[in-house]
C-alpha cells in the first residue's frame, strides 16, 4: 500500500538502473557522497558520518561564487541496504540543536535489480516547508539525484 505524504513534507523518487548495494554505498561512504551530493555545480569539500543512530551527520556545500552551505544533524535510522533517516533537530549526544528544519528519510527498494530512490524531507513546519520549496528543493535535490545517477551507472562505484 502506497503511503500517503504527510502536510509538511517533500519528495522525490526515480527509478535507477543500478543494484541498491551500489546506491546506498554512494549514499553512506562519505569519500562518494562528496563526489554527487549537492546541484550542478556544488561541490562538497567535507562530509562526515558516523553510521549509527545518534551519530554525526555533517556536510559542507560550497557554490562556484565561494558561497558556503553547512549542513549538521545525527542519524536516526540506519537499516542497510534499505533506509536511512537524519534530522537536524540533534547534534551528536542528542543535543538539542535549536533550530530544527527537517528531518530526511531516504529509501532504496530494489526493483528486479535496479533501486527505486525515494528521498523524503519531513518539515517541522508549514514555513519551514515553503521555505524549502522556494530554495528549490525539486531542482537542488533533482540535480544531486542526477549526480548520483551518474556515479553508480557509469562504473565509479562498485
Known amino acids: 500500500m502506497k503511503r500517503q505524504p504527510a502536510e509538511f513534507e517533500l519528495s522525490i523518487s526515480r527509478l535507477i538502473d543500478a543494484p541498491r548495494s551500489r546506491v546506498f554505498r554512494a549514499w553512506t561512504e562519505p569519500a562518494l557522497l562528496q563526489q554527487w551530493w549537492g546541484p550542478h555545480g556544488m561541490t562538497t569539500p567535507e562530509c562526515e558520518m558516523n553510521l549509527w543512530v545518534g551519530g554525526l551527520f ?90 548520483l545517477v551518474t556515479l553508480v551507472t557509469q562504473g565509479m562505484v562498485d
Open 58 to 147: 555533517r556536510t559542507l556545500m560550497r557554490a562556484p561564487d565561494g558561497s558556503e552551505y553547512p549542513t549538521q544533524g545525527v542519524f536516526l535510522e540506519i537499516d542497510a541496504p534499505n533506509r536511512v533517516v537524519f534530522t537536524d533537530a540533534f547534534l551528536p549526544g542528542w543535543v538539542p540543536s535549536g533550530k530544527p528544519f527537517m528531518s530526511a528519510e531516504v529509501t532504496f527498494e530494489d526493483v528486479g535489480g535496479k533501486t527505486l530512490y525515494t528521498a523524503r524531507a519531513m518539515h517541522w513546519s508549514a514555513e519551514d516547508k515553503q521555505a524549502h520549496e522556494a530554495m528549490g528543493f525539486h531542482d537542488g535535490w533533482g540535480q544531486s539525484l542526477d549526480r
